[in-house]
């Protein structure tokens, strides 16, 4: 007497297949699959990216400078370039004891920095007066305190 619908039965164990014996869709899906990821994410980026720079930086064109820069419970505003060094910078501030510290990073790359006092300030004080973005070259593009301190 034969054992039926066992795991031995024929009728269910699959054949093995070789690598050469793929099924000719399986390269083409995962091309398109690769695809479909590459967009997507090529696609989420910039539409992210573009949505938090508005929020961040008052600008949807998270690729160029931003108008503002919220820090620290304020916001500077974008008041042109300047020539300089972080040191020149450094020495131009009353507060001896602030150092030139890197805070963040826009969306685009580009380091935001600044002279900052090193104690954390009460809310009628100022952690900073300026931000700095590098351009390249020695110049600044600068960002103000807005309002005063």
């Known amino acids: 007497m034969s054992k039926v619908g066992g795991l031995d039965d024929t009728i269910w164990i699959t054949p093995h297949r070789t690598t050469d014996e793929r099924t000719p869709h399986g390269r083409s899906q995962r091309l398109a699959l690769i695809i479909l990821v590459v967009v997507l994410v090529l696609g989420i980026y910039p539409v992210t990216a573009a949505a938090l720079s508005r929020k961040d930086y008052g600008t949807f064109a998270?690729?160029?400078?931003?108008?503002?820069?919220?820090?620290?419970?304020?916001?500077?505003?974008?008041?042109?370039?300047?020539?300089?060094?972080?040191?020149l910078f450094e020495s131009q501030d009353s507060d001896k004891a602030a150092r030139w510290t890197f805070l963040s990073w826009t969306f685009s790359g580009r380091s935001i920095d600044a002279d900052v006092s090193p104690l954390k300030p009460s809310s009628s004080s100022v952690c900073t007066m300026v931000l700095y973005i590098p351009l390249g070259g020695g110049r600044w593009e600068t960002y103000a305190l807005s309002g005063g301190p």
């Open 62 to 87: 998270f690729w160029k400078l931003p108008n503002r820069i919220d820090y620290c419970g304020r916001r500077y505003y974008d008041s042109g370039p300047q020539t300089g060094s972080p040191a």
